[in-house]
């Protein structure tokens, strides 16, 4: 077997790739931002802890949340603060924040989560829950026994003012039915 004694030498062309590379990689720490008002990622300071009035934008993946809730002032994470639009002095957070799950509730429902909620068409709606279950949540103040063969079901008929929250059943499955 014949070992070569030739020297170890580095190609012009991989020189020349590394250089480009490092010149790019240079130019995009050196370019400001494109995003000057960057969307908050829930591991940095959230513009609010809770929020009652929750929106989720239908055409952003994975979530996307804002809060409508009315406050005396923004939180000082908060980027977008604008007056309440229903003129009572109060502020509002305009602020989106992306995330997979719905940001928690200041204010707890009457039910943990509900697949048919009936709600008004307010700004800030009144809703409750026309779920039939096996017992009502132990949050729930006014229970009413729906049917009763075979098995009792009962109904939650409290009234939350805001939205429904989470459903009980995933879309997947309740989709088919």
Known sequence: MKISSGTMGTSPIVVLATLVV??????????PSAHANPIRLPTSGRPWECCDYVVRDPNFRPGRWQCNDVADACSPNCNECEASPAGDGGYVCRDWIVSLLEPP????????????????????????????????????????????????????????HGYPGPKCTPWMISKGN
Do not use: H, M
Not at 112 to 122: H, I, L
């Open 105 to 160: 509730v200041c204010t707890p429902r009457p039910w943990d989560c509900c697949d048919v909620a009936v709600c008004t068409r307010a700004y800030i709606p009144y809703c409750w829950c026309a779920d039939k279950v096996e017992a009502c949540p132990g949050n729930c103040k006014e229970c009413e026994l729906v049917e009763s063969d075979p098995a009792p079901r009962y109904r939650c008929v409290d009234q939350f």
């Open 22 to 31: 490092a010149g790019l990689a240079a130019t995009a720490a050196a370019r």
